[in-house]
C-alpha cells in the first residue's frame, strides 16, 4: 500500500528517557513534516524537510531533534521527555514544499506518546 | 498574525439533517486553504484544497467552499459515517508550505 506509516503507534516511557520515532513514505513525495497534536486535538507543525535539506524549524525545545537519512525517512529523537512532551505525533508528506500551487498533505496514523 | 478558527466546536446532526461547518482565516496572501476529516485514533485523511474566493469542490455528501475571509464545509444528508473531526488549515505565506491549522470541528451524526 502507498502511504505514510509511522512507528510505534504508542510509545509510554518514563521522564528524562530518551526516545525516537520513525516515519518512512512510499508516495515519492519531496517533502516531510511532522506535527504535535495536543490533548485538545490542535495540530502544530514542529519541523520540515524537503529532500533531506530541513525547511521548517519551529519554536520546539533543542531535545527535538529531526533526521532525515533520505527524502522517504523522517525521524524523530526526543531527548530527557518531559511529561508536556506528551502527545500524539503525526509524520506527513507532500509532493512539494511551497513553490508549486499544490501542497497537500498526507498524515500517517500517528504516534501517541505518554510520558509518566 | 496568521490564525484559523473553526466553528462550532461540536455538532450534532440527525441523519439526513443537513449543515455547515465554518473556517475563518486570517492569513496574508492565501496560497491555498485544505480540509481534513479525522477519525478517532487515526490521521487526518485530506479531503479538499482550495486555492481562490469563489471556488467549490465536491466530494460524495460533502462541498467546500472559499470567500476572502471563509470557508464552509456543507454536508448534505450526512449520515453516521460522515462523524469525525473536520479540521481546516491555511498555508503560510512563504515557500515553506507551513500549515496553519483550526482546533477542528467534531461532527457526530446519529442514525
Known amino acids: 500500500d502507498t502511504a505514510v506509516s509511522q512507528t510505534p503507534k504508542y510509545l509510554v516511557t518514563q521522564m528524562g528517557n530518551d526516545k525516537s520515532i520513525k516515519c518512512e513514505q512510499n508516495?515519492?513525495?519531496?517533502?516531510m513534516y511532522w506535527y504535535k497534536q495536543d490533548s485538545k486535538k490542535f495540530l502544530k507543525i514542529m519541523f520540515s524537510?524537503?529532500?533531506?535539506?530541513l525547511i521548517i524549524n519551529e519554536t520546539v525545545p533543542n531535545r527535538f531533534s529531526p533526521k532525515s537519512p533520505d527524502k522517504a525517512h523522517l525521524n524523530l529523537h526526543i531527548n530527557s521527555l518531559e511529561l508536556g512532551d506528551s502527545a500524539v505525533y503525526f509524520c506527513a508528506s507532500s509532493p512539494d514544499w511551497g513553490t508549486g500551487a499544490y501542497n497537500e498533505q498526507f498524515f500517517g496514523p500517528g504516534t501517541r506518546l505518554t510520558v509518566l | 498574525e496568521d490564525q484559523v478558527t473553526q466553528s462550532p466546536e461540536a455538532l450534532r446532526l440527525q441523519e439526513g439533517e443537513s449543515s455547515s461547518l465554518n473556517c475563518s482565516y486570517t492569513?496574508?496572501?492565501?496560497?491555498?486553504l485544505f480540509w481534513y476529516r479525522q477519525d478517532p485514533g487515526k490521521g487526518p485523511e485530506f479531503l479538499f484544497t482550495?486555492?481562490?474566493a469563489g471556488e467549490e469542490k465536491e466530494k460524495e455528501r460533502l462541498k467546500a467552499t472559499l470567500t476572502k475571509k471563509e470557508s464552509f464545509l456543507h454536508i448534505t444528508a450526512p449520515k453516521p459515517e460522515d462523524s469525525a473531526t473536520y479540521l481546516c488549515a491555511v498555508q503560510a505565506p512563504g515557500n515553506t508550505g507551513k500549515l496553519i491549522f483550526g482546533q477542528g470541528t467534531t461532527l457526530q451524526v446519529k442514525p
Open positions: 508516495l515519492g513525495h519531496d517533502t
Open positions: 524537510y524537503n529532500n533531506k535539506e
Open positions: 492569513v496574508s496572501g492565501l496560497r491555498g
Open positions: 482550495l486555492y481562490s
